[in-house]
C-alpha cells in the first residue's frame, strides 16, 4: 500500500529547499506541506497506520470497536486516509528521483514498486483462498465461500485464476491493492505533466472524474459486476495527495490558515454527522428534508461521491491545523505502534486481511458476545503491532549491515519499499 516513504533521506535540491520554507500565514499551514528531508514525515505514518487498524475492524462484524471507526460519524472512512496518503509520499518520492535520475529511471523504480505490490496481491490472493477453503471444509460451512465471495473460484478454478491475475476477479476484502497498483500505473504520467504544471494535472483529474460521473466509466469484474473502487473516480483523490506534495500545500497555506475555512469545515462535519446519525437513528429521519434526501442519495463509495471526497478535505484540514508536524506527541511511545504499523503499510495490510477473515470464522462459530468481539478486535491490532515491530526490528538491523551499500545508492528505491 502506502509504504512508498519507507524512509526519506539526504539534502534536497536548491530549488526544493526555497520551497520548503513557508513564510508569513503559511507557516501557520504547512501542516500538509512537503516534509523535510532530513526527517521522517510521522504524521503520515501515524494516520496510515491508523487506516490500517481502521480497515482491520471495519472488516470484522459489527462489534463495540466498530462504532469508534469514522465511517460511522461521516461520509468518508480509512480509505480516503489511505489512497490520499499514497498519492502524497509515492509524489514525493518518486517525483524526487524523477528530478534527480530522469524520467526512464524513475519510472523503473515505480513500475518496480507496482510489481512488488503485484506480487504482494498474488501472494495474498493465494493464502486467502487457502485460509477459506480449509474453514469451509474443515468445519463444514459452504457459506463462508459465498460469503468471502470465492464461490466461482471453487466451480471453475482455472478461469478464475487468470482472471484474478488480471485483478479482475478478487474475494472480499481485496479490493485496495487492485486500485493501488492502476494507480501506480500512471503515476509516472502524472509526475511528467506535473513537472510541466501542476495544476493543469490537478484539472485534468478533475475533468476526469466528473466524466467518470457524467458517462458511466468503470472497469468490470469478474464473473460480474465492475470494481468496489472505481479507479477513474478514486485517481482524483490520489492525484490530489500527489498535488499536495509537488507544491500545492504551500499555495494553499493562506486558504487553510483562514479561521472562515476552518468554520465551513466544521460545520461541514457536523453536518455530515447529523446525517449519519438518521442512519442509525430512523427516528430522526423526519428532521432530513426530503429533496436534500434526492439529492444525496446514494451517497456511492464505488465512485467516490463529492460529499465522501468533501468530507475527507474537511477531516483534513481540520486535523492538520491542530496537529504540528511537530507535535511532540508524534515520538510518543503510546501512538509508537501506530506510526510503526504505518512505515510496514503494504505488510501489515495483508496480515490485516488475515486476521480480519480468522476473527470473522470465530465470531461466526462461537458465541462469545460483545466481549469475544472486543478480545478478537484487541488481539488483532495487538498482532499487527507486533508485526510491525518486528518488520522495523529487522529493517534496522539490515540497514545497519547495508549500510555501505546505502550510502551510494537511491533513496527514492528505499522509500519505495526495498532497497
Not at 80 to 108: H, K, L, N, P, Q
Not at 127 to 146: D, H, K, Q
Not at 192 to 204: F, I, P, Q, V
Request: hydrophobic share 55%; net charge neutral; with cysteine.
Amino acid at each position: 500500500m502506502s509504504s512508498v516513504a519507507d524512509q526519506i533521506s539526504g539534502p534536497p535540491l536548491a530549488a526544493e529547499a526555497g520551497a520548503l520554507a513557508p513564510s508569513g500565514a503559511q507557516a501557520g499551514a504547512a501542516a500538509i506541506a512537503r516534509p523535510a528531508t532530513s526527517e521522517r514525515e510521522l504524521r503520515l505514518d501515524l494516520f496510515r497506520g491508523m487506516a490500517l487498524w481502521l480497515i482491520f475492524i471495519d472488516h470484522l462484524p459489527q462489534n463495540l470497536l466498530t462504532w469508534l471507526t469514522i465511517r460511522n460519524y461521516g461520509f468518508s472512512d480509512a480509505t480516503e486516509i489511505f489512497i490520499f496518503i499514497s498519492g502524497y509520499t509515492a509524489s514525493f518520492v518518486y517525483g524526487r528521483a524523477m528530478r534527480d535520475a530522469g524520467f526512464v529511471v524513475a519510472t523503473a523504480r515505480i513500475l518496480r514498486r507496482v510489481w512488488q505490490i503485484y506480487v504482494a496481491h498474488v501472494f495474498l490472493f493465494t493464502i486467502f483462498l487457502a485460509e477459506i477453503s480449509y474453514v469451509a471444509t474443515r468445519f463444514e460451512n459452504p457459506l463462508y465461500t459465498e460469503e468471502m465471495g470465492i464461490l466461482d473460484f471453487l466451480k471453475e478454478p482455472d478461469v478464475t485464476i487468470v482472471q484474478a491475475l488480471l485483478l479482475r476477479f478478487r474475494p472480499v476484502n481485496m479490493d485496495v491493492l487492485p486500485l493501488y497498483i492502476v494507480l501506480m500505473l500512471f503515476l509516472p504520467l502524472i509526475l511528467w505533466l506535473m513537472r510541466r504544471s501542476a495544476d493543469l494535472t490537478l484539472a485534468l483529474s478533475v475533468l476526469l472524474y466528473a466524466a467518470t460521473w457524467e458517462f458511466d466509466l468503470y472497469l468490470s469484474a469478474y464473473p460480474s459486476g465492475f470494481w468496489v473502487f472505481n479507479p477513474f473516480a478514486w485517481q482524483l483523490l490520489f492525484v490530489f495527495g500527489a498535488w499536495c506534495a509537488q507544491g500545492g500545500a504551500q499555495r494553499m497555506s493562506r486558504i487553510l490558515a483562514s479561521r472562515i475555512t476552518l468554520w465551513i469545515c466544521i460545520a461541514y462535519l457536523l453536518f455530515a454527522f447529523f446525517v449519519t446519525l438518521t442512519w442509525y437513528l430512523p427516528q430522526l429521519g423526519h428532521l432530513m428534508p426530503k429533496r436534500l434526501e434526492q439529492w444525496m442519495y446514494p451517497i456511492s463509495k464505488t465512485d467516490l461521491d463529492v460529499l465522501r471526497f468533501a468530507h475527507f478535505l474537511a477531516l483534513a484540514a481540520v486535523t492538520v491545523r491542530f496537529l504540528p508536524k511537530d507535535w511532540p506527541g508524534l515520538k510518543s511511545p503510546w501512538l509508537r505502534p501506530l506510526v510503526l504499523c504505518g512505515q510496514h503499510s503494504l505488510e501489515i495490510f495483508c496480515l490485516g486481511v488475515f486476521l480480519a477473515f480468522a476473527g470473522h470464522f470465530i465470531l461466526a462459530e462461537y458465541s462469545g458476545g460483545t466481549g469475544l468481539h472486543f478480545v478478537i478486535s484487541i488481539s488483532g491490532i495487538l498482532i499487527m503491532s507486533a508485526a510491525a515491530w518486528l518488520f522495523s526490528w529487522y529493517k534496522h538491523s539490515a540497514d545497519k549491515s547495508g549500510s555501505k551499500a546505502k550510502a551510494t545508492g537511491g533513496n527514492a528505491d528505499l522509500a519505495g519499499g526495498g532497497a
